[in-house]
């Protein structure tokens, strides 16, 4: 049996921001950290295929990447109101708030992090 993909949002609010809910409708695993290093934690016990930062919280976790010269195997998408990509290596994308579920979900699948399909069973 596959496994769905796991996303891992950064943000501070509920995790029902950003379309999460459309995400595992889309069939994606979708798990949740409001901090920094609650995300490190999540990342190190359930290696996500995809990363969302969110506002400050995501620059946050971004920066304790960056402060600690970690390694990070998948994308990362930065959503916020200014462009930070310049200052780091690891955000994958950025996107422009506001952001609709739709349009986050078109992006990750552009990412190429696509859910794999199962077969039909009769």
Do not use: W
């Not at 995400?23 to 409001?34: E, P, Q, S, W």
């Not at 920066?63 to 994958?92: K, V």
């Amino acid at each position: 049996m596959t496994s769905a993909l796991l996303i891992l949002i950064i943000d501070e609010r509920h995790d029902e921001a950003f379309g999460c809910e459309q995400l595992r409708k889309a069939g994606y695993c979708v798990v949740h950290a409001r901090g920094a290093a609650a995300a490190l934690s999540l990342i190190e016990q359930d290696e996500p295929d995809l990363i969302v930062t969110v506002d400050r919280v995501g620059r946050e976790f971004v920066r304790s990447l960056e402060d600690t010269r970690a390694l990070l195997d998948c994308p990362l998408i930065m959503i916020g109101e200014h462009d930070s990509r310049q200052s780091s290596r690891f955000p994958t994308k950025f996107l422009l708030k506001p952001v609709a579920g739709a349009q986050l979900l078109l992006e990750i699948r552009n990412l190429g992090v696509t859910p794999a399909q199962h077969p039909e069973t009769d």
